[in-house]
């Protein structure tokens, strides 16, 4: 039997827990494979941006485009805080 496009995709290689998440601005989502961004509203899936996920979601959020954006718009008081 042939691998699909699905079964090709990588895996995380355990369950992210939210102790895990260091973004302010993220939260747990899909029984611990993925990450809620609460600046974006979008899931961001371990199994389709695991860089994305590791290097700002669970690494060093300040790199991170749309928190970068997020901070100066509630710091200029555009936005809410949906990084407290």
């Known amino acids: 039997m042939s691998a699909t496009a699905h079964d090709?995709?990588?895996?995380?290689?355990r369950l992210?827990?939210?102790?895990?998440?260091?973004?302010?601005?993220?939260c747990p989502a899909r029984a611990g494979?993925?990450?809620l961004?609460?600046?974006?509203?979008?899931?961001i899936d371990g199994r389709l941006n695991p860089y994305s996920l590791r290097d700002y979601c669970l690494g060093d959020y300040r790199?991170?485009?749309t928190w970068?954006?997020?901070k100066e718009a509630v710091a200029e008081g555009q936005r809410g805080a949906a990084l407290e």
């Open 16 to 26: 992210i827990e939210p102790e895990d998440i260091v973004c302010p601005a993220g």
């Open 33 to 35: 494979t993925s990450v």
């Open 68 to 70: 970068r954006a997020e």
């Open 8 to 13: 090709k995709l990588p895996r995380p290689r």
């Open 37 to 43: 961004c609460r600046i974006e509203h979008e899931v």
């Open 63 to 65: 790199t991170c485009s």
